[in-house]
């Protein structure tokens, strides 16, 4: 595995970050496991371990931008916590494809697991300026929209695009920052 140059270089600041899904599977179609994540993100807010500053969760990857007094920890534990949760609800279901494709998808050096279900690394970028960190929101809040799935940023229900509209969203989210 090579080093990345993507760091969480300032902790408490903001950072755009990325968390893709082993072979880009599309399993976010899915809503047991989009709960999955949102209840992720809620319990680490509860904690007061996360700030969400803007999300979006596609079928197969999600962005964010979070803050943490420990980035880095926070989303090790929350990649870990929301594997486990949803490869267990798999075998639970007895999803054979799903499970198959996890582990075929398994990186071979990971031996201390059947599957895998996240891509390594999350390529954390810091938003340092206000510009920079509307540019993000724009561009997560506009992947839908490019994607062609809906017309409007908030018309996309796992996103934090109805908070910034002023509409209620379906996790709190800090918008003034």
């Given at each position: 595995?090579?080093?990345?140059?993507?760091?969480?270089?300032?902790?408490?600041?903001?950072?755009?970050?990325?968390?893709?899904?082993?072979?880009?599977?599309?399993?976010?179609?899915?809503?047991?496991?989009?709960?999955?994540?949102?209840?992720?993100?809620?319990?680490?807010?509860?904690?007061?371990?996360?700030?969400?500053?803007?999300?979006?969760?596609?079928?197969?990857?999600?962005?964010?931008?979070?803050?943490?007094?420990?980035?880095?920890?926070?989303?090790?534990?929350?990649?870990?916590?929301?594997?486990?949760?949803?490869?267990?609800?798999?075998?639970?279901?007895?999803?054979?494809?799903?499970?198959?494709?996890?582990?075929?998808?398994?990186?071979?050096?990971?031996?201390?697991?059947e599957?895998?279900?996240?891509?390594i690394?999350?390529?954390?970028?810091?938003?340092?300026?206000?510009?920079?960190?509307?540019?993000?929101?724009?561009?997560?809040?506009?992947?839908?929209?490019?994607?062609?799935?809906?017309?409007?940023?908030e018309?996309?229900?796992?996103?934090?695009?109805?908070?910034?509209?002023?509409?209620?969203?379906?996790?709190?989210?800090?918008?003034?920052?």
């Amino acid at each position: 595995m090579s080093k990345s140059r993507y760091r969480v270089i300032e902790p408490t600041a903001p950072h755009f970050l990325t968390c893709t899904l082993v072979g880009w599977m599309p399993l976010f179609a899915r809503p047991e496991v989009v709960q999955v994540i949102l209840d992720s993100w809620r319990f680490l807010q509860g904690q007061s371990r996360l700030t969400l500053h803007g999300f979006v969760i596609m079928e197969n990857h999600l962005h964010l931008i979070a803050s943490s007094e420990h980035l880095a920890k926070e989303v090790a534990a929350f990649k870990s916590y929301t594997a486990r949760q949803i490869i267990d609800g798999l075998e639970a279901r007895n999803d054979v494809p799903i499970l198959a494709w996890l582990k075929e998808h398994r990186e071979l050096y990971r031996t201390d697991r059947e599957h895998q279900f996240w891509e390594i690394g999350s390529h954390p970028q810091a938003i340092m300026t206000p510009d920079m960190m509307r540019q993000k929101l724009d561009y997560i809040h506009n992947n839908p929209v490019r994607r062609g799935y809906v017309d409007a940023p908030e018309h996309w229900r796992y996103s934090s695009a109805r908070n910034y509209a002023g509409q209620p969203g379906l996790l709190n989210v800090n918008v003034d920052w």
